[in-house]
C-alpha cells in the first residue's frame, strides 16, 4: 500500500519561505516512472497543481510560478519537499502530495492521473 503524508509549519509569516515534506511509504520516490507531485486547494477554489520532480529527479513547475517554487527530494529517506518563498497570505491553502505515473508512447510523454494523494496539511500565511 502506497501511502504518502505531508508534514510542516501550520503558519508561516508573510515573506517567509514555506517548506512542506511528503513522506512517501509503499514506493520509492526512485521507481520509473512515477511523478511526486504538490498540490494545492485555495480557500473555496479548485486544485491547483504547482510541482513535481520525477523518478529520475527532473522538476516541473506550474508556469510563471517557478520563481516563487522550488521542488526538491531525498532519496535515503524517501521524502520529497515542496519550498515556496515570499509567500503572501493568498498562498493560504490546503497543500497535497500525490503520486501520478507516466509512460512513453509513440515518441511522447503521456501521464496517467493522480492515484496516491496525501490527506493534505492546512497552511496558513499571516502575521
Known amino acids: 500500500q502506497v501511502q504518502l503524508q505531508e508534514s510542516g509549519p501550520g503558519l508561516v509569516k508573510p515573506s517567509q519561505t514555506l517548506s512542506l515534506t511528503c513522506t512517501v511509504s509503499?514506493?520509492?520516490?526512485?521507481?520509473?516512472?512515477?511523478?511526486w507531485n504538490w498540490i494545492r486547494q485555495l480557500p473555496g477554489k479548485g486544485l491547483e497543481w504547482r510541482g513535481a520532480?520525477?523518478?529520475?529527479?527532473?522538476?516541473y513547475y506550474r508556469p510563471s510560478l517557478e520563481k516563487h517554487t522550488s521542488i526538491s527530494r531525498d532519496t535515503s529517506k524517501n521524502q520529497f519537499s515542496l519550498q515556496l518563498s515570499s509567500v503572501t497570505p493568498v498562498d493560504t491553502a490546503v497543500y497535497y502530495c500525490a503520486r501520478r505515473g507516466s509512460y512513453y508512447h509513440g515518441g511522447g510523454k503521456y501521464y496517467y492521473g493522480m492515484d496516491y494523494w496525501g490527506k493534505g496539511t492546512l497552511v496558513t500565511v499571516s502575521s
Open positions: 509503499g514506493n520509492s520516490i526512485t521507481t520509473s516512472y512515477y511523478h
Open positions: 520532480i520525477a523518478h529520475d529527479g527532473s522538476t
